[in-house]
T-cell receptor, first 116, second 120 residues
Framework: AQTVTQSQPEMSVQEAETVTLSCTYD???????LFWYKQPPSRQMILVIR??????QNATENRFSVNFQKAAKSFSLKISDSQLGDAAMYFC?????????????FGTGTRLQVTL | EAGVVQSPRYKIIEKKQPVAFWCNPI?????LYWYLQNLGQGPELLIR????????DSQLPKDRFSAERLKGVDSTLKIQPAELGDSAVYLC??????????????????FGPGTRLTVL
């Protein structure tokens, strides 16, 4: 079974600064997808960024980018120019790309605080 | 385009009472998921539907939990009777899965706002 580990329960960053959230995962599969979701206090999970395991190039979405290290099974999220609206819980998630297994496996989350 | 709709947003009940949650997925999405999110944890899948068929219910505690998705559109998740440990957030998500059951990465799962259940 796949597992996702987020070892940082809480992180804090000053507005306009850069912060990196860590995620490691364990799988025996070679083809899969990785995601970062944001969950604000409203509880609605919002997709921030996704990465296909077969792509070597790291995904980027505006101020959000990932550092995907497939051999190390590491998938960190970098938030540049942090804004107050970035404050939320961030979840790393894994999904197999084979068969009908479209279940998302989530980590335990990292709470990001953004300070002035 | 309307997102995934869930109701109620909050529910407080006493233990041993029944409770039901409702979810309406994004129009056209054939796959619907119910996730359980305990406090301080990430969501965990309870059940996944493809159209009307429950294709993955291995994590659903069938002694007290039941779900249905009649007509392959909206869905109801029920707990009867509720226990103290059922206090959590129940999230619904939907996506479009192509034939063969493979979900492309760009056909992401869209989540609703969840129902926060408190069992006293």
């Amino acid at each position: 079974a796949q597992t996702v580990t987020q070892s940082q329960p809480e992180m804090s960053v000053q507005e306009a600064e850069t912060v990196t959230l860590s995620c490691t995962y364990d799988t025996s599969e070679s083809d899969y997808y990785l995601f970062w979701y944001k969950q604000p206090p409203s509880r609605q999970m919002i997709l921030v960024i996704r990465q296909e395991a077969y792509k070597q190039q790291n995904a980027t979405e505006n101020r959000f980018s990932v550092n995907f290290q497939k051999a190390a099974k590491s998938f960190s999220l970098k938030i540049s120019d942090s804004q107050l609206g970035d404050a939320a819980m961030y979840f790393c998630a894994y999904r197999s790309a084979t068969g009908t297994a479209s279940k998302l496996t989530f980590g335990t989350g990292t709470r990001l605080q953004v300070t002035l | 385009e309307a997102g995934v709709v869930q109701s109620p947003r909050y529910k407080i009940i006493e233990k041993k009472q029944p409770v039901a949650f409702w979810c309406n997925p994004i129009s056209g999405h054939n796959t619907l998921y119910w996730y359980l999110q305990n406090l301080g944890q990430g969501p965990e899948l309870l059940i996944r539907y493809e159209n009307e068929e429950a294709v993955d219910d291995s994590q659903l505690p069938k002694d007290r939990f039941s779900a249905e998705r009649l007509k392959g559109v909206d869905s109801t998740l029920k707990i009867q009777p509720a226990e103290l440990g059922d206090s959590a957030v129940y999230l619904c998500a939907s996506s479009l899965v192509s034939s063969g059951g493979v979900e492309a990465s760009y056909n992401e799962q869209f989540f609703g706002p969840g129902t926060r259940l408190t069992v006293l």
